[in-house]
């Protein structure tokens, strides 16, 4: 009876042994198959973080010419207002010669009213 009580634990021993090595070997491959997720992740990031960093370089450079643009408008706007305030302040100067220049009667006879040459500077236009 000692005998095949032996033989029993040396057959439990040896299958709780069977079991710990399959075990281990299943660990061990659950280990290789997360750490290749891990490296297949960590190169995503990588991946992503270039991504962002060329996106936001290009973000840059898009607003570096929306700038420029912006100053380029905002120059051509002011030199269209200088020069149409110089049209207007010939067509004054000429208005006012042609108007020194009347006899009083052209002057009653003249029923069209006066043109006000002003301008109004619109900074919204700007923006």
Known sequence: ????LEQSI??????HVELAVSTVQELRANKLELEAE???LNSDVVQRD????????RNSRLEEELNLERLAISQERADV???L???????????EAVAEAR???EMEADTHPEIDFTTVRNDEDEI
């Open 81 to 83: 207002r200088e020069r």
């Open 10 to 15: 040396v057959s439990l021993l040896e299958e």
């Open 103 to 105: 006899t009083p009667l």
């Open 38 to 40: 891990i490296a297949r």
């Open 85 to 95: 305030e110089g049209l207007m302040n010939v067509l004054a100067s000429s208005h």
């Open 50 to 57: 270039a991504h962002i960093q060329e996106l936001e370089q």
């Open 1 to 4: 009876m000692a005998e095949s």
